[in-house]
């Protein structure tokens, strides 16, 4: 008989998507709130998207104890910005800070896929998209996580980012208005959550504007 061993892993995906899409002037950050391990259901009610500034939001899928440990990390270090420029962060600074904070720890990283979207200083939307060791990119939509693969086909039909390689630049932010952006995230996750066994339950939507963040709720599948 071969000799059998338990393998234990420091990691875990406990599943769920990400969603964000800039507009002009607002900002749309989305996740659903189910977590869960292989088949099993921890909760149905979590929500994977972090405020870490008046206009700066992150969402993440991935192992969710590595996601708070990183939470805590960029809240602290915020702080620390707060009481010695009497200010808090921009959301392009915010983006430069979780991309050094996840390449510091590249030999040991954050299992953790993170979106992070806001307005910048000029009241336009912008979005971040991550991957594990901090390599991160502006872009005007994105989604990580388990349904990363069914939602990003259905946002490049719909939105069809322009080339980074054309010159001049061309803008990123997407040509939606807010109502419109909120709708298009409402039927990718209603479309994800037909095939996406983690992407159930409940989305949770967060909107920024010039007027401030608002939440939204909506009903997906709770099988």
Known sequence: MTKQQANWSPYDNNGGSCVAIAGADYCVIAADTRMSTGYNILTRDYSKICKLADKCVMASSGFQADVRALQKQLAARHLIYQHQHNKQMSCPAMAQLLSNTLYYKRFFPYYSFNVLGGLDNEGKGCVFTYD???????????????????????????????????????????????????????????????????????????????????????ELRKD
């Open 132 to 218: 594990a060791v901090g390599s991160y990119e502006k872009v005007g939509y994105s989604s990580q996580g388990s349904g990363s693969t069914l939602i990003m086909p259905f946002l490049d039909n719909q939105l069809k980012s322009p080339s980074p390689l054309l010159l001049p630049a061309q803008d990123a932010v997407t040509p939606l208005v807010e109502a419109e952006a909120i709708d298009l995230v409402k039927t990718v996750f209603a479309s994800a959550s037909e095939r996406d066994i983690y992407t159930v339950n409940k989305l949770e939507l967060v909107i920024i504007n010039a007027a401030g963040i608002r939440r939204e709720y909506m």
